[in-house]
């Protein structure tokens, strides 16, 4: 059964950093589109960063860019993603969502998923994560 378990969220203080994980099941972890996605109360599923497993490339928003870094350890089979300076409109739930990126230019699926975050199939469950002080 393939699987994401997303991990890592909690109550931070603006200006601080948290790093979440994204630890995947049930698939070989190559061939890939990993990302991140974070949805705040009232407002739509929005992409935050991505990273493809078989070359490493890298895609983050705008409003993450300076901020964020995603990496992957493929021996664990996990993606994580650090986020710095976090502010209050960060809060939201954090979801990662996988899509297999064979047959495709990865990052052309990566601008996909994050256009059409309904058609991805695989989600992790969300992990919360609050800034405020």
């Known amino acids: 059964e393939v699987q994401l378990q997303a991990s890592g969220g909690g109550l931070v203080q603006p200006g601080g950093s948290l790093t979440l994980s994204c630890t995947a099941s049930g698939f070989i972890f190559d061939n890939y589109a990993i990302a991140w996605f974070r949805q705040a109360p009232g407002k739509e599923r929005e992409g935050v960063s991505a990273?493809?497993?078989?070359?490493?490339?890298?895609y983050n928003k705008d409003f993450m860019k300076g901020r964020s870094t995603i990496t992957i350890d493929p021996a664990k089979n996990t993606v994580y993603l650090r986020i710095d300076n976090l502010k209050s409109e960060d809060t939201a739930i954090y979801y990662c969502?996988?899509?297999?990126?064979?047959?495709?230019?990865?990052?052309?699926?990566?601008?996909?998923?994050?256009?059409?975050?309904?058609?991805?199939?695989?989600w992790g469950q969300g992990t919360q994560v609050t800034v405020s002080s």
């Open positions: 969502a996988a899509e297999s990126t064979i047959g495709y230019d990865p990052m052309l699926l990566v601008g996909t998923m994050f256009r059409a975050p309904h058609a991805i199939t695989t």
């Open positions: 990273i493809t497993t078989a070359d490493g490339q890298t």
